[in-house]
């Protein structure tokens, strides 16, 4: 049976304490929630880890009001603690102004 194109999998990292989902930090900006992921989540090169408390949930029900199922799949899994806690804390991106152009007349 084919793939539904309305499918993603994502892999669900996790140590003792807590847990993170693995995704594209594009893919934030992309559904328009990059600026409301918390500083609990982390960052690494073009991922994020969104943490698991409500990070992690605000994009699989985004994902699936856009009628996108989010198959979460088991990653690592760490007994002792996590290396992802020493990524850099996630950063929402910074809205620029818009440039308005203006004209002086005399």
Do not use: C
């Not at 992921?37 to 699989?60: H, N, P, Q, R």
């Not at 979460?72 to 809205?95: E, L, M, N, T």
């Amino acid at each position: 049976m084919a793939k539904s194109k309305a499918n993603v999998v994502k892999f669900f990292h996790s140590d003792a304490g807590h847990g993170w989902l693995a995704v594209k930090t594009r893919e934030l900006a992309e559904l328009g929630i990059a600026d409301k992921i918390t500083a609990f989540s982390y960052t690494k090169g073009k991922s994020s880890y969104l943490e698991e408390d409500v990070d992690m949930a605000l994009y699989i029900n985004t994902q699936r009001d856009r009628g996108v199922t989010v198959e979460v799949r088991q990653g690592k899994r760490w007994d002792k603690k996590s290396p992802i806690r020493a990524f850099p804390s996630y950063q929402a991106p910074v809205a620029q102004a818009p440039v308005v152009e203006t004209t002086v007349t005399e």
